[in-house]
């Protein structure tokens, strides 16, 4: 009984451990997002953004601190009640609170604001930038797999077919309609064709892998790739504006978003370091008092505790200013450096802007592109697989040679292989002009 418990167990586990989980390519890539280590990292990064925003904003309030410290003084030293110099052993003790505020600094405080404002803005893009890098990466990745698993497939079939063939020519040899060398020729074709889907198998493998480690998936995590559903597409009745595509894009492209919220806070940034040419004025009070051993009455008694800590009560305040006259040229230098950054951070930030808009206009004419050569591929399959019904009924019946009989065969193969690699081509620059258009199919 308990063996079959046990056992039973033991099942359980190794169909839950062994299992296929089935991915299409939005949960590829919603996995993708939620266990990638770089998006994670991305995202701390916009919290400690966050973070140091909301310490500027604390900034702005008033710093309290308090303390206290007693001792004893032996030996000869100054009496802290009368300044005079006394040789006996004493105790001493004091207590302080005070605060501070800073009422004008050149106006660094507000630029400092603005400028970690724009810091969380571009951490908060970057995250989102990061994604969608993940996401495109995956995706790649998935259609890299499915191309393969499709090529497996068409291999598979020509192997089979080749196999078939070698059957129907080892008839034929042995009835006199092939010479022996038609034996030769197509049993070096099935080797070929057998060569051909081991290599299609290991590229499988290893784009398999690629997508494992795009989506950060451990190794004893075995995964199945859906097919996709392939979109209807027609590029010659497809019409896209670039320019008002790239105009679109441009007013929520994390990328640009990021880019330009660094640019306008290494403008802030100028201000800051401005800050060093004007005065600063802080406010400050304080309280205090404190216990004297040699605070002693007429009678050379000390006076009480509470009495001296009432006794002794100080107040202060007062205003600080602090007027910069020469600090050997820091605060022009680095005003100068902030003006640099900023023009260097501008460029960059153009750049990407001409980037973009160069890689719209890619993509656009890259999918019409594969779609007209779809559109033609499939034509040509018709007609292949036409040529190749024709051949196959000529070469059963000994009327063609097996080097013309495999020229068609191949021919199909190869445009088989092309119908698809432009399908998987078509199906990623449709999505990827979709995203363009504030579409990110992942999240539908």
């Not at 097919?227 to 590029?235: E, M, N, T």
């Not at 020469?326 to 950054?341: D, G, I, L, M």
Request: with cysteine; net charge positive; glycine share 4%.
């Amino acid at each position: 009984m308990y063996r079959i418990i046990l056992l039973g167990l033991i099942f359980l586990l190794s169909t839950k451990v062994f299992s296929q989980e089935k991915f299409s390519l939005d949960s590829c890539i919603r996995f993708g997002l939620v266990n990638n280590l770089t998006a994670r990292n991305a995202a701390i990064s916009s919290d400690i953004a966050n973070v140091s925003y909301k310490q500027i904003g604390w900034n702005y309030l008033p710093e309290i601190y308090a303390g206290a410290n007693a001792g004893v003084s032996s030996g000869r030293s100054i009496d802290p009640n009368t300044n005079g110099i006394v040789e006996t052993s004493f105790i001493s003790n004091s207590y302080f609170v005070g605060a501070s505020v800073d009422l004008f600094r050149g106006f660094s405080q507000i630029n400092e604001l603005s400028y970690q404002k724009y810091l969380v803005l571009s951490a908060e893009s970057k995250l989102r930038r990061v994604e969608d890098e993940i996401a495109f990466t995956i995706m790649n990745a998935y259609f890299d797999v499915v191309y393969f698993i499709e090529l497996v497939r068409i291999a598979s079939e020509q192997r089979e077919l080749s196999k078939l063939n070698l059957k129907k020519t080892e008839t034929l040899v042995s009835i006199g309609l092939k010479a022996e060398s038609d034996l030769l020729e197509v049993r070096a074709n099935v080797e070929k064709d057998e060569l051909f889907l081991i290599q299609s198998q290991n590229q499988h493998i290893s784009a398999l892998y690629k997508l494992r480690r795009a989506m950060n998936i451990d190794s004893d995590f075995d995964i199945e790739v859906v097919r996709p559903q392939y979109s209807k597409f027609v590029a010659l009745t497809y019409s896209t504006n670039c320019d008002s595509l790239f105009q679109s894009y441009s007013h929520y492209s994390p990328e640009l978003n990021s880019l330009e919220n660094e640019w306008k806070a290494s403008v802030k940034s100028i201000g800051v370091k401005r800050a060093g040419y004007y005065p600063s004025l802080r406010l400050e009070a304080s309280l205090g008092s404190a216990y004297y051993e040699t605070n002693r009455d007429p009678m050379g008694k000390t006076y009480e505790y509470k009495y001296q800590l009432r006794s002794n009560l100080s107040q202060y305040l007062g205003l600080s200013l602090s007027v910069p006259i020469f600090k050997k040229n820091e605060v022009r230098s680095s005003v100068k450096q902030a003006k640099y950054q900023s023009e260097l951070t501008k460029n960059i930030l153009d750049k990407a802007k001409q980037d973009i808009q160069l890689e719209i206009v890619e993509n656009v004419n890259s999918m019409i592109a594969a779609s007209r050569e779809l559109l033609q591929a499939q034509n040509q399959l018709k007609a292949d697989r036409l040529a190749f019904d024709a051949a196959q009924k000529k070469y059963d019946k000994g009327m063609i040679s097996v080097v013309d009989f495999y020229t068609a065969k191949n021919r199909l193969s190869s445009t088989e292989g092309q119908v698809l690699r432009a399908t998987l081509t078509l199906e990623i620059k449709k999505r990827t002009i979709d995203f363009y258009s504030g579409i990110r199919f992942w999240e539908l």
